[in-house]
Antibody, heavy 123, light 107 residues
Framework: EVQLLESGGGLVQPGGSLRLSCAAS????????MNWVRQAPGKGLEWVSF????????FYADSLRGRFTISRDDSKNTLFLQMNSLRAEDTAVYYC????????????????WGQGTLVTVSS | DIQMTQSPSSLSASVGDRVTITCRAS??????LNWYQQKPGKAPKLLIY???TLQNEVPSRFSGSGSGTDFTLTISSLQPEDFATYYC?????????FGQGTKVEIK
């Protein structure tokens, strides 16, 4: 069974950094693209970032580019999100989400989600 | 960016009711539209992809339709476990935008 286990969340001060990890099991991570999606408390879902299988293609939400970096280590079955210059509005549950294929393409979609890790940005 | 607008934002319904949720895209997304269900404190779950294809093990009371800019999610006979928030998402292009969600509550 597909399992995605996020970690690395916590309380961080504004301007600080945090690195989220997502440990994948039950499938070959290298064969699939991955995403990060976040959800602020009481709010809806917001797509954050995408990385293709192999890591050659990445995309970011426009509001985040330059502060967040997505990466992957397929040898360790792990996805990462490096978050810098954090702001109060970055407070959210961050979900690791598996794509249905390895590449970016119209019509591809997220088919599995982890349980999320909470990031709180506050002084 | 493609904007996704769901309606209604919330609805109250009874077990056994037929429920329809609408999602509208700000431009044509052909059939690159997905629906997710999220229960409180839980991760979202894929229900329907490509506008009308049911994900494995999703009950057949769920169905999706539409193309271009207008889409619907229908629950033919609402069950107690269906009370949740539903989100549409376009996968036509990045950013992969979501609708704001529709909360289905018990009447």
């Amino acid at each position: 069974e597909v399992q995605l286990l996020e970690s690395g969340g916590g309380l961080v001060q504004p301007g600080g950094s945090l690195r989220l990890s997502c440990a994948a099991s039950g499938f070959s991570l290298s064969s699939y693209a991955m995403n990060w999606v976040r959800q602020a408390p009481g709010k809806g879902l917001e797509w954050v970032s995408f990385i293709s299988g192999g890591g050659g293609t990445t995309f970011y939400a426009d509001s985040l580019r330059g502060r967040f970096t997505i990466s992957r280590d397929d040898s360790k079955n792990t996805l990462f999100l490096q978050m810098n210059s954090l702001r109060a509005e970055d407070t959210a549950v961050y979900y690791c989400a598996k794509h249905n294929v390895a590449y970016y393409g119209s019509g591809s979609y997220v088919d599995w989600w982890g349980q999320g890790t909470l990031v709180t940005v506050s002084s | 960016d493609i904007q996704m607008t769901q309606s209604p934002s919330s609805l109250s319904a009874s077990v056994g009711d037929r429920v329809t949720i609408t999602c509208r895209a700000s431009q044509s997304i052909t059939t690159y539209l997905n629906w997710y269900q999220q229960k409180p404190g839980k991760a979202p779950k894929l229900l329907i992809y490509a506008a009308s294809t049911l994900q494995n093990e999703v009950p057949s009371r769920f169905s999706g339709s539409g193309s271009g800019t207008d889409f619907t999610l229908t629950i033919s006979s609402l069950q107690p476990e269906d009370f949740a928030t539903y989100y549409c998402q376009q996968s036509y292009g990045t950013p992969f935008t979501f609708g704001q969600g529709t909360k289905v509550e018990i009447k």
